[in-house]
């Protein structure tokens, strides 16, 4: 499976922004699928992961209420949508695919098979 991210850019906080993340293959639907985020000088953090069907969802504590993952296995794609931007929310965002692990233990960085390129998101003040 190879998966590309896109649909960052700048953004004025308070702004709302969808990424999306396309894979090729006709396993994308056997994976789930998680986003991550990346700021200069931070680790990477788990920021939304979705399980194969689309029906177990978790979130990191600092995006609640905020992002929302979604997938359409039709057209091998799952978004994040991300609302009320700040900017600490400033990153190069991934999604990552996992075959046989939990969204929790996904998100945690644990299970993945593919990474895609990330895409910058940049939230000015």
């Known amino acids: 499976v190879q998966l590309q991210a896109s649909g960052g850019g700048l953004v004025q906080a308070g702004g709302s922004l969808k990424l999306s993340c396309v894979g090729s293959g006709r396993t994308f639907s056997d994976y789930a699928i998680g986003w991550f985020r990346q700021a200069p000088g931070k680790e990477r953090e788990g920021v939304g992961c979705?399980?194969?069907?689309?029906?177990?969802?978790w979130y990191a504590d600092s995006v609640k209420g905020r992002f929302t993952v979604s997938r359409d296995n039709a057209k091998n794609t799952v978004y994040l949508e991300i609302n009320s931007l700040k900017p600490e929310d400033t990153a190069v965002y991934y999604c990552?695919?996992?075959?046989?692990?939990?969204?929790?233990?996904?998100?945690?960085?644990?299970?993945?098979?593919?990474w895609g390129k990330g895409t910058q998101v940049t939230v000015s003040s």
């Open positions: 979705i399980s194969v069907s689309g029906g177990n969802t």
């Open positions: 990552a695919a996992g075959r046989t692990v939990t969204v929790v233990r996904l998100c945690s960085g644990y299970g993945m098979d593919y």
